[in-house]
């Protein structure tokens, strides 16, 4: 973009261009990361949870059904095995979770698991179609915004292509620029991709029709961006009272299996 600028001589206006491009390209981010932050934040304070309860509270329990004598219903007996395990071997437990965290860290930084992990950020219940509206708007605001700048489009699709930030779709990308090299519109290769909605597809062969291409991205991008902020509204409405319960039945099941030999 800056070299179109120098090239064209507005490089002041390219400028302000990117400027915003970089500030609407953020808030998509913190919107996205928003709508995750509370339901990781929910299930770490539930396993901590857990943990206190494991370390202070059963083990209380424990001692007192040792008098008792007898067999335990079964749901007793799973948790009073857990917390003598974990209490024994509560260093075995953290060693093989860091472990599973550092080999699933390792295994995404491969190129296969960069492209599983990207497929599933597309196709992860909830949290999928966030990823796949922000990854849009992502990519037609930065390839409209070059063509706007002057940027030739096999140039702006390859830096589209690497600022979208899942691999999935910069490689349909990538796979259409290959095709649009060898004459191809641009809508065609991205609808045979079968990563893009149809309604984007659409509405670029309306924009390539109509010679307003750069006009139409940007439209695309400001309707995905909307899409996003609904979507985030929605999940944040219902993540809540589904964490609560989450956190209600964690608990819960917890304290009736301590207190069901008591009520035998």
Do not use: C
């Amino acid at each position: 973009m800056v070299r179109a600028g120098e090239i064209g001589g507005v490089l002041d206006d390219i400028l302000l261009k990117i400027a915003d491009l970089m500030e609407k390209d953020f808030a998509l981010r913190q919107k996205i990361k928003s709508a995750m932050s509370y339901p990781s934040f929910v299930a770490g304070a539930a396993v901590l949870m857990t943990i206190f309860m494991l370390t202070f509270i059963l083990p209380q329990f424990v001692g007192v059904f040792a008098q008792f004598g007898g067999e335990l219903p079964a749901l007793t007996q799973f948790f009073v095995t857990l917390t003598y395990l974990f209490n024994k071997y509560w260093y075995i437990f953290f060693v093989v979770f860091a472990a599973l965290i550092a080999a699933f860290l390792a295994y995404i930084k491969t190129p296969n698991g960069k492209l599983n992990f990207d497929k599933f950020k597309l196709n992860a219940p909830i949290f999928g179609e966030i990823n796949r509206k922000g990854a849009i708007a992502r990519f037609t605001r930065i390839l409209g915004t070059l063509i706007k700048s002057g940027v030739p489009i096999l140039e702006a699709l390859s830096v589209s292509s690497n600022a979208i930030g899942n691999l999935v779709i910069s490689s349909a990308v990538l796979g259409a620029k290959t095709k649009i090299k060898e004459g191809q519109s641009i809508s065609g290769p991205l609808a045979a991709s079968g990563v893009f909605p149809p309604m984007v597809t659409q509405m670029i062969m309306v924009g390539e029709e109509s010679g307003e291409l750069e006009e139409m991205l940007v439209n695309v991008a400001k309707f995905y961006d909307e899409e996003v902020d609904r979507s985030v509204e929605k999940l944040t409405a219902v993540i809540e009272p589904l964490m609560m319960v989450f956190i209600g039945l964690t608990v819960g099941t917890m304290i009736i299996a301590m207190y069901l030999p008591i009520f035998n």
